[in-house]
C-alpha cells in the first residue's frame, strides 16, 4: 500500500515562490507532482523514476524544480516566479511507471492535494 501526504501550499503574489512537499509510504517505481485548475485536466509537471534525471512538462519547464532526499520518501516541488495561472490543486502521485508528459495513466496512487493560489 502506497500513500502520499502533500503539504505546502497557500496564497502568494505573483512573481512569488513556493515549496511543495509529498511524504511517500510504500514502495513506488514512479513518483511526481501534477495539478489541476479549475475547469481545466489535471496535467503532469514533473516525475522521477528511480533514475536520477526527472522529466518536466512544458508548463514547469524553467521554472518548476523536482528534487527528493536520499531516502526517497519525501519528494519536494520548488516554485518560482508564480503567476495567477499556476493556481490549481497540486498532487503528489506514484505509480509503476513514468511515461512522458509527464502522463498521468501510470499513477496508480495519489495524494489529497494541496491548494496554491497566486494572486494580488
Known amino acids: 500500500q502506497v500513500t502520499l501526504v502533500e503539504s505546502g501550499g497557500g496564497s502568494v503574489q505573483p512573481g512569488g515562490s513556493l515549496r511543495l512537499s509529498c511524504v511517500i509510504s510504500g514502495l513506488t517505481q514512479c513518483v511526481g507532482w501534477f495539478r489541476q485548475a479549475p475547469g481545466k485536466e489535471r496535467e503532469g509537471l514533473a516525475t522521477?523514476?528511480?533514475?536520477?534525471?526527472?522529466v518536466y512538462g512544458d508548463s514547469a519547464k524553467g521554472r518548476f524544480t523536482i528534487s527528493r532526499d536520499a531516502t526517497k520518501t519525501k519528494i519536494y516541488l520548488q516554485m518560482k516566479n508564480l503567476n495567477p495561472d499556476d493556481t490549481a490543486m497540486y498532487y503528489c502521485?506514484?505509480?509503476?511507471?513514468?511515461?512522458?508528459?509527464?502522463?498521468?495513466?501510470?499513477?496508480?496512487?495519489w495524494g489529497q492535494g494541496t491548494q496554491v493560489t497566486v494572486s494580488s
Open positions: 522521477f523514476d528511480n533514475g536520477e534525471n526527472p
Open positions: 502521485a506514484s505509480g509503476p511507471t513514468c511515461l512522458p508528459g509527464p502522463a498521468l495513466n501510470p499513477m496508480e496512487h
